[in-house]
């Protein structure tokens, strides 16, 4: 079932209210499903936030049209608020007020009665962590608790969507891995559906079920991670060092999953799919050549942050 979905969304403005108009978002068709984590990734500038904002509300598009959990972004934006959050990097909250008096700030203005919004505060306290922060004012928290309690108040309201915009900036590894491993608890057990930005390419790779890569406003990547690698010729990497003749590439090109051959001397370099699926087959076709003495067999395995870096090479789309 498809919770978001949108089609020809295209938002610009002028810098400083000047010049030649900024084109943010050109023609952007999107569909994701319910239940699922969303990643957006893509360099500074490429319209990501514009996206998440467009999503929420905070703004309307230019062109286009869009749904979210059936509503209309245009017409029916109140009803979207209703059933979303978003949180970005920087928590911001009201300096004096404690995390419990911060979480039941945001209960009341979500219209929350007064023994649901205790009940859903304490719930989320434990959720995060925060005990120990209860009566601790904002201004007084570490960067990494403020997080947590933005992650806290997204869920006040119990959103059919998360939109989450860079959730682990600038926090330290442990941290991360807590917010992160929080999400995929959230995701797995409720069925949240959580859309986020990053441009951390392991937190992607380790959250996502499906990301698009975005550039100068468009997507021009879509999948999942293994899908994204195999776009861009980025498979696993077996680099196999060996004693004799020189290989001929055509016995090794024409196997499954194969992407690319490169012949050296005593040295080839084969990308494949999945080298757990194509190494025993390789290893065969080469020894049945003759002659070869193989000497040592090394595998490389890219990571999203080569896809991120091929596809960031690309030519801006007209």
């Known amino acids: 079932m498809k919770i978001i979905s949108l089609s020809g969304i295209a938002k610009s403005y002028l810098p400083d209210g000047t010049g030649e108009p900024v084109h943010a978002l050109q023609g952007i068709d999107l569909e994701i499903e319910q239940g699922t984590i969303f990643t957006l990734i893509g360099p500074n500038g490429a319209g990501k936030t514009t996206l998440i904002s467009i999503m929420t509300t905070l ?7 869009g749904e979210v959990c059936g509503f209309d972004l245009r017409s029916q934006s109140g009803k979207i608020r209703e059933v979303v959050n978003v949180t970005s990097g920087n928590a911001n909250f009201t300096d004096i007020f404690s995390v419990a008096e911060n979480l039941n700030y945001y209960g009341m203005l979500y219209g929350m009665a007064g023994p649901k919004r205790r009940k859903k505060i304490d719930r989320l306290i434990e959720m995060f962590q925060l005990q120990t922060h209860r009566n601790t004012p904002f201004n007084r928290l570490s960067t990494g608790t ?3 309690l933005a992650l806290a ?7 059919r969507v998360l939109f989450l915009d860079e959730p682990t900036v600038g926090l330290d590894p442990q941290i991360s891995e807590s917010i992160r491993s929080s999400l995929k608890e959230m995701n797995r057990e409720d069925g949240l559906t959580i859309v986020l930005t990053t441009h951390n390419m392991d937190e992607a790779e380790e959250l996502s079920d499906h990301i698009s890569f975005l550039q100068a406003g468009r997507i021009i990547a879509h999948g999942n991670a293994k899908n994204l690698k195999s776009k861009v010729r980025w498979g696993d990497t077996i680099r196999i060092r060996y004693d004799g003749p020189s290989l001929a590439p055509c016995g090794i090109t024409s196997l499954t999953g194969i992407l690319e051959v490169e012949v050296t001397e005593n040295l080839v370099t084969i990308t494949v799919d999945d080298h757990r699926k194509r190494l025993d087959t390789l290893m065969r076709t080469l020894v049945l050549q003759g002659n070869i003495i193989l000497q040592d067999i090394e595998i490389i395995k890219p990571d999203l942050e080569d896809v991120f870096l091929e596809l960031s090479k690309a030519p801006h789309p007209n």
């Open 146 to 148: 403020k997080q947590r």
């Open 153 to 159: 108040k997204s869920l006040m309201n119990e959103p």
């Open 59 to 65: 703004l309307f598009p230019d062109k286009g049209t």
